[in-house]
């Protein structure tokens, strides 16, 4: 998956290349000029099936994070108890989603001593959604 090379906004107009592309960056893309996202993943990912794999990993990203702070742990900690270096560590908490595979997220979780489910559903239409 690619992030875009360059989103404008109307406010301020900024561009975001990896690997500094952030969850407040993807929210922040919502309103970019011109166009309207269903979410802020649908901005800053270049298909509808992209958009969904990014909700994926920034709802891992989510759990895993939650978990850090419920143990209290600090990051050099969370590093220990998840088997990667701090710096990996500070990367999640700041939310760069880019930096994440689902299977490594999943890991983590794992290590963590968490559970990951994957649901598949049927997609409904934009007719039925209407």
Known sequence: MRA?????????????SPPFLTMRDAQRSM??????????W???????EEAVVLKARADLM????????AQGWTQAEAAKHL???????SDLMRGKYNLFGLD????MLA??????EIRVKKA???????
């Open 4 to 16: 875009p090379k360059s989103l404008h906004f109307a406010a301020t107009p900024t561009t975001f």
């Open 31 to 40: 309103t970019a000029t011109g166009k309207t996202f269903a979410t802020a």
């Open 42 to 48: 649908g901005a800053v990912a270049e298909t509808p």
């Open 62 to 69: 989510i759990a895993l994070t939650d978990h850090i702070k």
């Open 83 to 89: 088997g990667v270096t701090q710096p990996r560590i």
């Open 104 to 107: 490594h997220l999943a890991t």
């Open 111 to 116: 290590r963590a001593g968490r559970q990951v």
């Open 124 to 130: 409904t239409s934009k007719k039925q959604a209407a």
